[in-house]
């Protein structure tokens, strides 16, 4: 609200201090866009030679070899996706500190950690079911062992989601410790039915033709 | 003769007396006769236009020159190269220095020894010229090395003097192999060795002398000075040869027997690297094993260049098979430099080594001047060296890795001259011990599974080039992403 009699000066002084603002911003975006070109400018220099590099390195084709399991994506786009990720995550924090000062580059680097959370669970989530279906495919699991090991790796991947939830603390401590339980029991459960079904079998059979 | 006839309107009309005539017919008759004559002896001579110098007096000229070169390089070759390692010494550099020169020089000779055997057109062309500027670049270099103290400056200009002796030794072989028939190569390379080595005995006296007498810091300056100036008497030995015949000598396009020439070259090559190899080990052994006086080692030398004069006198004519004797008796030699711990009898076994080791070295050398009617001079000469430069290069890498370990030095030399004994009356036909062909066919077999056992090597050693080059990529990948992102946590933190 302006003053009585003092509006006119109020706004041009809300003028000029956007017009200063701006003008101490200039510098800043003039830095962000220098350091947003050199970011670009490695980007492609590394898109370049890693891809040449890893091209004569053959990194895919030597994986499969070693391993025997050929990967639904190229390690080698991979390698140049992290490294064009980490090249933009410097630029942006750069230019966060240069332009936000310290208050922000905190705030960013929260962000990252927890988009680094995030990520993790992504990227653990999908090895497990790369793993899951890797077992399947190779011991040609029964169904209902296979409904088993997905339910488990599903308590597992919702632990993980729920760690990275913004729910409060002892909510997240007592959904975890449920799963935990859960978890421990049914694999206890399943321990006990896998290595002595047989003699529950035996056991079951004497008492029905008793 | 033109003064002789009146010019006429353009033409020349002979208005002398009869008598004039007569001479002239009959001067032009025995011209023309000698002319034919001439053209027999060239026939009869020469099968083609690189072995014009088979013309006796022209051959003879040439020996003569030729033993002349040798003569004053041996003398020089005392007087420089042989007291090269004891400036270095006196100069205060270590042994890893020391070795060091000798490595890269040795290394280079290899280099150029092998470029020149794979593109031997270098050789054939203005070779008088590239010989003698070879021969002197080396003796000039010799006035420089002592001016300097500095290692690396001192390894550069000895670097530079073994290239051109490399260069020298190569046309020089080629001279011999390309101008002289089989006997007169035997001749030359006995008459050059023992020339040579009489006159290293002076160098070395002399070289004794002077590092003896001359009380001043810059007694090498004197003797490296004397040293090449004696070695420029044997460049003007090389100045007065006529080699105009090994212009455009003809290159072989194919070799005919290649298992034989491989047969001769791996055991030439074992023999030379064996006895490189005990040249290194037997000083040391002898000092420091044996706790040997110092001049115990100068005598032995002088004991061995006496007898090797003597050897290259007696070996120098005969036959194939009478040096085969010489190969299997050397194999004795290291034998006895081992087993006999009394210091002084260590001189007698120089003496016998020596004795045996040129005819060993003379039935290598004469095999080539066998081969060389059909594998031509510029190959042989080219692949003796070849051959002589990686023997010496293997020996001073194996001298270093097992410098103090002599008995298992001394049992390898032991092996390899067994070996090369082996391969050289098993394989190589002219000296067999096994019907001629049986040895053509062992040599078949070795030349085949070694071409095939090299092809393998080759393949696998590209395959681990590749692999090598693979991990270096993979690594430079991984080391800028790790850069990459720990800059981020840097900045993170």
């Not at chain 2, 791996?266 to 290194?280: E, T």
């Amino acid at each position: 609200m302006f003053k009585e009699g003092n509006g006119w000066d109020s706004i041009s002084e809300v003028f000029n201090q956007i017009a200063s603002d701006i003008v101490k911003f200039i510098p800043k975006i003039l830095i962000a866009l220098v350091i947003i070109l050199i970011a670009i400018a490695i980007i492609k220099v590394l898109n370049f030679s890693f891809r040449k590099l890893l091209k004569m390195a053959k990194i895919d084709e030597f994986f499969t070899k070693i391993t025997g399991v050929s990967l639904p994506f190229s390690i080698t786009n991979l390698l140049i996706y992290l490294a064009d990720l980490g090249i933009i995550l410097i630029a942006l924090y750069s230019i966060v500190d240069v332009c936000g000062g310290p208050q922000y580059s905190r705030m960013m680097t929260d962000v990252l950690c927890y988009g680094a959370r995030v990520a993790s669970v992504i990227v653990i989530t999908l090895v497990l079911f790369a793993s899951f279906n890797l077992v399947v495919r190779r011991l040609r699991v029964e169904s209902r062992l296979r409904g088993y090991m997905l339910f488990m790796a599903m308590l597992l991947v919702t632990a993980m989601l729920v760690d990275v939830t913004a729910l409060s603390d002892p909510v997240k401590t007592a959904l975890i410790t449920g799963i935990s339980l859960g978890v421990g029991i049914s694999l206890g459960v399943f321990a006990i039915w896998f290595f002595f079904h047989e003699y529950f079998d035996k056991m079951l059979e004497k008492r029905e033709t008793e | 003769m033109g003064e002789e006839y009146v010019r006429t309107n353009g033409i020349f009309i002979d208005d002398r007396p009869y008598i004039y005539k007569f001479y002239a017919i009959t001067r032009a008759k025995i011209m023309y006769k000698i002319g034919m004559l001439t053209e027999k002896i060239l026939k009869a001579f020469c099968s083609d236009k690189s072995n014009l110098g088979r013309i006796p007096h022209m051959a003879s000229r040439l020996k003569w020159l030729l033993v002349a070169e040798s003569l004053f390089a041996g003398a020089y070759i005392a007087l420089t190269r042989g007291l090269f390692l004891i400036f270095l010494v006196a100069m205060g550099h270590d042994v890893r220095g020391i070795s060091f020169v000798i490595l890269l020089s040795s290394l280079l000779s290899v280099i150029i020894g092998l470029a020149l055997y794979k593109r031997p057109n270098f050789l054939v062309r203005k070779v008088k010229q590239k010989l003698s500027a070879f021969h002197l670049l080396e003796r000039l270099t010799w006035f420089f090395i002592p001016l300097t103290s500095n290692l690396l400056v001192i390894s550069l200009l000895y670097s530079l003097c073994i290239i051109f002796s490399s260069f020298i030794s190569t046309f020089l072989t080629f001279t011999i192999y390309g101008l002289l028939p089989e006997e007169d190569i035997k001749e030359v390379t006995s008459k050059r060795t023992a020339a040579g080595n009489v006159s290293s005995i002076v160098g070395f006296a002399l070289g004794t002398f002077l590092l003896a007498f001359l009380q001043t810091g810059e007694k090498f300056i004197y003797i490296f000075f004397l040293g090449a100036a004696v070695g420029i008497l044997s460049t003007i030995s090389v100045l007065l040869m006529d080699l105009s015949q090994l212009e455009g000598a003809e290159l072989p396009s194919g070799i005919k027997e290649p298992e034989k020439i491989f047969s001769t070259s791996m055991f030439f090559v074992i023999f030379l690297f064996a006895g490189n190899l005990l040249a290194i080990v037997w000083t040391p052994f002898l000092m420091v094993k044996l706790n040997g006086p110092e001049f115990l080692v100068a005598s032995l030398n002088l004991a061995g260049t006496v007898s090797s004069i003597a050897a290259s006198l007696f070996w120098g004519k005969r036959s194939l098979k009478i040096l085969r004797t010489g190969l299997i008796l050397n194999v004795l030699s290291p034998i006895l430099v081992l087993t006999i711990p009394i210091p002084f009898y260590h001189l007698g076994i120089s003496i016998y080594n020596s004795f045996a080791f040129t005819a060993a070295n003379f039935l290598g050398l004469f095999l080539f001047a066998k081969y060389n009617e059909w594998f031509g001079a510029v190959k042989s000469s080219t692949l003796i060296i070849v051959i002589g430069n990686i023997a010496q290069f293997i020996a001073a890498v194996l001298g270093i890795i097992l410098s103090t370990n002599y008995l298992v030095t001394f049992l390898l030399i032991i092996a390899l001259y067994v070996s090369a004994v082996v391969l050289a009356v098993m394989t190589v036909p002219e000296i067999a011990i096994v019907p001629e062909y049986l040895a053509r066919t062992y040599s078949r077999v070795l030349y085949r599974s070694s071409v095939f056992g090299y092809r393998v090597a080759v393949e696998i050693s590209k395959e681990t080039i590749f692999m090598i080059f693979r991990l270096i990529a993979l690594t430079i990948v991984f080391s800028a992403l790790y850069l990459i992102y720990r800059i981020l946590w840097a900045l993170i933190i």
